[in-house]
Structures are given as structure tokens and as C-alpha cells.
């Protein structure tokens, strides 16, 4: 499978919330990052994503650039999403993924923090 191929069941996975799905496509050992923050390993990544489209079932990626490079993927894409009274998400995010043996074993994703205030809100960490 490609680098092109994983990137976008890993982010079809989280668009729908299946965290079965986006496992498949994950090393075990995966790491995430935020904005170059704590490391989060692929259990709470995957917690993380099932959270985001139960607050927001319209949750989905727009404007998607996706290009291979040899050790994995750079995505670009626009977040979206309605949080109801916590209000709508529309944010600008870049992930860079390593990949390894045929699965994701890195993701480090950056976006402004200011553009995801009604995604804290929804969760509740505001």
C-alpha cells in the first residue's frame, strides 16, 4: 500500500470515528504529537479521534493535499466541523507521518491553537 493510500484511511478512519479502522493502519508502538507537545501513543490518539466526531458527527477533512515522501506522507487539509452551542471548527492543519514497514508509526500534526477553541470547548478543556 502506498504512503498516499495509508494517509487516507487513516484520516477516512477518523472521519468516521472507527478506531478499528485507523488501528490497521497504525504500527503499535505509533506516536502522535500536537504542535511539537507531549507524545501521545496510539491509544489516546485513537480516544482522541473517536471523541472529536461524537461531539461533532459532521466532523470532516475538506481540501485535502496529500504527497508522498520516501519515509512517509506530508498532508495538508481543512478541519471542519459544528459543535453546536460550543460553535463550528475550521481549522488548518499540516501532518507530517513517518511510515515504517507498511504502517504509520508517526504522526506530528501543527495547526494554529486559536482556530481549535470550540474543539476544546466541546471537549471540555477550556
Request: aromatic share 8%; glycine share 8%.
Amino acid at each position: 500500500m502506498s504512503h498516499s493510500e495509508l494517509a487516507r484511511q487513516l484520516f477516512d478512519a477518523f472521519q468516521a470515528g472507527d478506531a478499528n479502522a485507523a488501528r490497521k493502519v497504525c504500527s503499535a508502538d505509533m506516536i502522535g504529537r500536537q504542535n511539537g507537545g507531549q507524545k501521545m501513543d496510539l491509544d489516546t490518539i485513537l480516544h482522541f479521534a473517536v471523541a472529536v466526531k461524537n461531539a461533532a458527527p459532521d466532523f470532516r477533512y475538506e481540501d485535502i493535499v496529500c504527497s508522498e515522501t520516501e519515509t512517509g506522507f506530508v498532508e495538508e487539509h481543512r478541519v471542519r466541523a459544528n459543535f453546536g452551542t460550543h460553535g463550528e471548527l475550521d481549522l488548518q492543519v499540516c501532518i507530517v507521518a513517518d511510515v515504517r514497514e507498511g504502517k504509520i508509526a508517526a504522526i506530528r500534526e501543527y495547526f494554529d491553537p486559536t482556530g481549535a477553541a470550540a474543539l476544546s470547548k466541546a471537549l471540555g478543556r477550556s
